[in-house]
């Protein structure tokens, strides 16, 4: 079935720093694919998507391209703030929104000032 | 997009008790869905509700420990029957397959807590 590994974190940068994290995905079929982000105490929230190969997903300073060749989606920012301190999900799904989405594990990311 | 809200925020409950936890949104949907969340950990699909159907379960998800129901386009509940502390997880409902929109919307989840 379809699967998505993203890095392990924790992460933790220092403000301003340049962030990475990396998300590759198997899929059956042509999957839509998705970053949620996770504040503390909160639900998720729909940070970035892509739907078709050589999109860019972009949201907040963040960004994300879909590349088939690689079956990659991994999310970038140039420089995180303190109020970026979240845990990141990568995830996709195959017919849009009518099927569930299937996560990544997660990437908890905390910026130091 | 699509607004969710979901009642309880949070709960404590006794073992051997059940808690109906409701979803509701603001927009009609074809598709919602149930997860539940452990400490720490990501999101797990418990399952898939159909308006005027059965809901479709995962494996490692039964009806009898999970009832849900689906009366409309916009509403849903989860029971969580005969908690145990293990139960204890945040539980959140989302909303999929709005007209033109590959997106999934969450609601701000259930924290339950088991004694």
């Known amino acids: 079935g379809d699967s998505v590994t993203q890095m392990e974190g924790p992460v933790t940068l220092s403000e301003e720093a340049f962030l990475t994290i990396n998300c590759t995905y198997t899929?059956?079929?042509?999957?839509?694919l998705f970053w949620y982000v996770q504040y503390p105490g909160e639900g998720l929230q729909l940070l970035l998507k892509?739907?078709?190969?050589?999109d860019k997903g972009s949201n907040k300073g963040f960004e994300a391209t879909y590349r088939k060749e690689t079956t990659s989606f991994h999310l970038e920012k140039g420089s995180v703030q303190v109020s970026d301190s979240a845990v990141y999900f990568c995830a996709l799904t195959e017919i849009g929104g009518n099927t569930p989405l299937v996560f990544g594990k997660g990437t908890r990311l905390s910026v130091i000032a | 997009s699509a607004v969710i809200s979901q009642k309880p925020s949070r709960d404590i409950c006794q073992r051997g008790t059940s808690l109906t936890i409701q979803c509701q949104v603001d927009?009609?949907?074809?598709?919602m869905f149930w997860y539940r969340q452990q400490p720490g950990q990501s999101l797990t699909l418990i399952a898939t509700?159909?308006?005027?159907?059965?809901?479709?379960?995962e494996s490692g998800f039964v009806i009898d420990k999970f009832p849900i129901s689906r009366p409309n386009l916009t509403f849903s509940t989860l029971t969580v029957s005969n908690m145990s502390p293990e139960d204890s997880s945040i539980y959140l409902c989302?909303?999929?397959?709005?007209?033109?929109?590959?997106?999934?919307?969450f609601g701000p989840g259930t924290r339950l807590t088991v004694t």
């Open positions: 927009s009609q949907v074809t598709m």
């Open positions: 899929a059956t079929g042509y999957p839509s």
């Open positions: 509700a159909n308006q005027g159907s059965e809901a479709t379960y």
């Open positions: 989302s909303a999929g397959g709005l007209a033109g929109s590959y997106e999934q919307y």
């Open positions: 892509a739907t078709k190969a050589d």
